[in-house]
Structures are given as C-alpha cells and as structure tokens.
C-alpha cells in the first residue's frame, strides 16, 4: 500500500464537504464529513491518495491491478493547493510526539506546556494541533485560553479553559469549563494601569484549577502575541516565572532573543515553524465581536444592584458607587462584563441601562443586562464598550 499526502488549504468562510479517502486536519480525522470554516481563519485538509495493488488469481490474467482510493474535496469558499513541505503539520509532528513524551518537571503534576510567538504566528492552530495529538495518544488534554484579545475559548477581556474530550478543528467549538477575567483585551494598557502582572496572576490561577480537572494529563497554555513591543519580552518572561511549564514552545520568527533566553532558563525550549495566517484588521474586529455575542447570547436580565457585588477592572472591589456614579450617563450603558457566582466567572453579559433609586417601584436601583446567564451575584466591570455593532475601549 502506498500512500501520497496532498495538503489542500481552504479560507473561510467555507463549508468543506470531504468523501472519499483518509484525510485530516490538525490531526483530526475528518474523512468522509463536512467541515466548516470561519471567516479569517484557513484550515490545511491533509488527504492521501492510497494505491493497492492486487496480484492476479490464480488462472487469471497475467500482471497486476491497482485500486487508487482518492479523497475528494468539495467547498465554497477560497481554496489552493499547497506544498506539503511548507504546509500542513508535517513541521510539526516530530515537536509534538516529543512534547507528548516529555516527563513532568515534577513527579505527580500535570505537564504544562506554554506556547509563545507573535500576534497571527499560528498558536492557536499549533495548540489545536498539539490537543488532538494527544488524544490520539490516548492522553486526555486540557488546553488553557490566556489571549484576553484573539483567543478562542472565551470571549475578549477574558481567558478560558477547555478539557478536550473529542478531536476538534477549531477551538471556538468546543465550551469553556472554566473562566477567569481581566476586563481588558490587552496587558499592555498602560493607561489603565499596566495589567501584565493582572493577566499573569489570573492566568496562573487559571492553570492551577485547569491541572485540576479530572484525569487530566496535559495542559497545552496559548498566550497572546504582546512579546516584543514596549515590555513584552519581560511580560512572558513573567508569565513563565509565574507558569514554570515543563516546556515552551516558540513559534515562528518574531520572538525576541532575550525573552527566549529567559524561557531557556525555566524549562525546555522547543522552537517550530510558524503556520502564520495573518488576519486583517477588519477580520480581527468581526472575529472579536463575534466571540463578544456568541458568549453573551441573546437573554436579558433584571436585578437589583444592591444584590451584587461589584469587582473592578483587575480584579479589586470597586463597590456600586463605581457604576452609580455613571447612572444615565453613555459610559454603563454597553458595557461588556463578566458576571460571577460563588466567586467564580460563570457567564458575561452587556448592561442595557441603569434606573436609579425612585425610578423603581421597590426604590431600588435596578440594572438590565443582556445575557443568557440565568444566576449571578457579581458584576465583573471592563474597560469595553460595545454599541452599534462596534468595540469602543474606555479606562475607569
């Protein structure tokens, strides 16, 4: 049996009907189903022709016949061929066979791996990788969500983790189970104070209740790609300090040589090609504010202020002075906030309005958020608007 391996990439938006022979995304098998890819995003199918030869019976016609098995690729969105040496996972699977075999720097955790690189060098798509080849090793993997601007898992301004429990080709599909929140879409925002050392605590906390989840044996870390500019070579380094995974993984160009120093001394540093699709800026804002909705929903609530607690950006109480001081005003209303229960992020939501008190029966001051989360006791505030179908970032 013989084998050839085509790499077919496809742009999204597209809806990608695959019959036929094998074939493969991010080491998902996806022979013979439909696959669908969203805007901004460009998927490798990676199919293979199979050739069997079969002798002849006995009696029958000297020679042989050859059956070619072929995988056949339908879709109506952008698609070309590409070179499998410089496309697809091939670049990749030699990194992750040994990352899956690497023992624990302590005897007893689960193993940490922390994937750095630039903004659009394919670290998402290089964890997705990374999560599906470890179930097919049999290991169950938990992939943690720590970019508060493009991640996948949560909504911006928030992280998210995700135990893996079935192959997937994008990790938007697949629900958080766990949340934390920072209230801003950047740990560069210096006018809000600086939040590096913010995301890297909320991060750490989030790694830490990650490892553990249930027969957990692998927790596969995407950061954001805030690694050069202004301070974030330090930024990483931190967050590494803060993290201490068994191993990093670098990927592509772009990355300072100092910060992959730093990584060097705290674990194993594995550098691989970068699998870049570089969105635009206006795929990021429609990509962006898709996560926004599609975590809120389309529910609203009612409830009383005084029944919440009231957690600023950052994570310090702010008390409900902080949003009463804005009553009436354009600051509350289509503010993006994290919504808590039993102090953990359960849900997010976007306040519609606040009535003051005597503008209620009970003369209580009540808020109306858009949301589908049903229970809640706290209000996570953001420095986000969202109004009019765009992203409008504010500092209280």
């Not at 098998?29 to 199979?50: C, I, M, Q, W």
């Not at 070309?80 to 697809?88: H, I, Y």
């Not at 003369?363 to 989360?373: A, F, K, N």
Request: aromatic share 4%; charged share 25%; net charge positive.
């Amino acid at each position: 049996m013989l084998q050839t391996r085509r790499v077919t990439m496809v742009r999204g938006p597209a809806t990608v009907r695959v019959r036929g022979g094998r074939c493969t995304v991010l080491a998902a098998d996806v022979s013979d189903s439909v696959v669908n890819v969203r805007a901004g995003k460009a998927l490798p199918f990676e199919h293979y022709e199979t050739e069997e030869r079969q002798e002849e019976e006995d009696g029958g016609p000297p020679g042989a016949t050859i059956t070619t098995t072929a995988t056949i690729i339908e879709t109506d969105g952008e698609r070309w061929e590409a070179d499998p040496a410089r496309a697809g996972t091939w670049m990749w699977r030699r990194a992750a066979r040994r990352l899956l075999l690497l023992p624990p720097l302590l005897e007893g955790n689960r193993k940490v791996i922390m994937i750095v690189g630039r903004a659009d060098a394919g670290k998402s798509t290089f964890a997705t990788f990374l999560a599906n080849s470890a179930l097919a090793a049999g290991l169950v993997p938990c992939v943690v969500d720590g970019d508060i601007g493009q991640g996948d898992l949560a909504p911006p301004g928030a992280m998210g983790a995700a135990l893996l429990r079935a192959p997937a080709t994008d990790l938007r599909d697949v629900r958080a189970d766990l949340y934390e929140f920072v209230g801003d879409i950047t740990p560069s925002a210096a006018a809000a104070g600086g939040l590096e050392r913010v995301v890297a605590e909320k991060l750490r906390l989030l790694v830490g209740r990650a490892r553990r989840l249930d027969n957990v044996d692998i927790c596969i870390v995407n950061t954001d790609g805030y690694v050069s500019f202004g301070g974030g070579a330090r930024y990483k380094a931190m967050l590494a300090s803060q993290l201490r995974p068994d191993a990093a993984v670098v990927i592509g160009r772009g990355v300072p040589a100092q910060l992959q120093a730093a990584l060097a001394r705290k674990s194993l540093v594995m550098r691989v090609r970068s699998g870049a699709h570089i969105k635009t800026y206006q795929e990021r804002m429609a990509r962006r504010l898709e996560q926004y909705m599609r975590h809120v929903g389309a529910g609203s609530v009612t409830c009383d202020l005084a029944a919440l607690r009231v957690i600023a950006v950052g994570g310090g109480p702010a008390g409900q002075q902080a949003i009463r001081e804005k009553e009436g005003g354009e600051v509350v209303e289509g503010m993006f906030v994290g919504l808590g229960l039993a102090g953990r992020v359960v849900g997010f939501g976007i306040v519609e309005g606040i009535t003051g008190n005597g503008d209620d029966r009970r003369g209580r001051t009540v808020v109306t958020i858009r949301t589908d989360t049903a229970s809640f006791d706290a209000v996570y505030l953001s420095n986000i608007l969202l109004k009019g179908g765009k992203e409008v970032r504010l500092f209280l």
